[in-house]
């Protein structure tokens, strides 16, 4: 591909979408992923929420003066890796460095083009009352992964992050049908967090069963220990999806022939009940409100 200043694309369709991210992250190199892969799954999943097949994206780097080249390099291959998995093109990219100290190592900003299908509106304000609420993965491996890396806190078991890239996926998930109401990566704020926004922008009650939540053993222990409710912790490889009755159960059997989709299941209802709130319905019978995520549980960490 010639070097030039801006990437001529061919593009025919006349249904676009378009998104643009920045990503941070402490450390840059964590258990299953780096700050590449990262930016490349996370501007895929972005695009792939609204129903898109991601095609091209953009990727800018700041770095501070004295980062590593050999780092660079390894965090470039990444994201390579990472879009031929998502089988997107990065088309366009730019490189700037900043004195030290003003910087945190590295920064990516990238942009990312997908094109959107005729029939397919996938939107937060969509939930409808009676449709089931899916997700595609376990809880909390990514927000565990970064914050449990950063120091040594004599974990007997490593985490590994979930980051991937998701448009697979949808593709799968559309194939059953393209009337999926909503889909959302449930990253900063965790699933809680995604789960209010929809309540509130559909004016629905979200109610969530406990017991089919999927979260594993080893994430429970390190939020315990930590102090953090896993519903709130960041993911990058898992999606919510409100999906209605009839379909839901299709549509987690052909998320299972997808490797990222493997560990996904109904989790709740969408109903009339407490317009605007999220309700958990507990292993021990009672129910209580998830809120919204007050402040900012586990900063820095997509």
């Not at 920045?22 to 895929?44: E, H, K, M, N, Q």
């Not at 390099?73 to 997107?88: L, M, P, T, W």
């Not at 309540?199 to 979200?206: P, Y």
């Amino acid at each position: 591909m010639p070097l030039n200043d801006s990437a001529i694309l061919d593009i025919p369709s006349s249904r676009l979408a378009f998104t643009t991210d920045s990503f941070v992250v402490d450390p840059i190199f964590f258990p299953g992923g780096d700050i590449g892969r990262l930016a490349v799954c996370g501007t895929v999943n972005d695009l792939s929420m609204v129903g898109a097949k991601p095609l091209f994206l953009s990727a800018g780097f700041i770095l501070e003066e004295g980062f590593l080249l050999e780092d660079l390099e390894r965090i470039i291959r990444s994201a390579k890796d990472a879009a031929d998995e998502a089988e997107i093109k990065i088309v366009t990219g730019d490189t700037k460095v900043v004195q030290r100290g003003n910087a945190d190592g590295i920064f990516i900003n990238t942009s990312g083009i997908g094109v959107v299908r005729e029939g397919v509106s996938a939107s937060t304000a969509r939930a409808k009352t009676g449709d089931r609420i899916i997700v595609s993965g376990s809880l909390g491996c990514h927000g565990m992964a970064v914050v449990t890396s950063r120091e040594d806190l004599g974990f007997m078991t490593k985490i590994r992050s979930d980051v991937a890239p998701l448009n697979h996926l949808v593709e799968k998930m559309l194939e059953v049908t393209d009337q999926i109401h909503v889909m959302r990566d449930a990253t900063r704020g965790g699933v809680a967090t995604v789960l209010n926004e929809i309540a509130e922008q559909a004016g629905v009650c979200i109610e969530l069963d406990e017991e089919r939540i999927p979260i594993s053993e080893e994430v429970k222990g390190a939020c315990e220990i930590l102090g953090f409710d896993p519903l709130y912790v960041a993911n990058e490889g898992v999606l919510v999806a409100s999906v209605e009755p009839e379909k839901a159960e299709k549509v987690v059997e052909a998320m299972k022939c997808v490797p990222a989709g493997k560990e996904s299941r109904i989790i709740g209802t969408v109903t009339g009940t407490h317009r605007g709130r999220v309700v958990l319905h507990t292993l021990i019978g009672s129910h209580r409100i998830v809120d919204k995520l007050s402040g900012e549980q586990l900063p820095r960490i997509c």
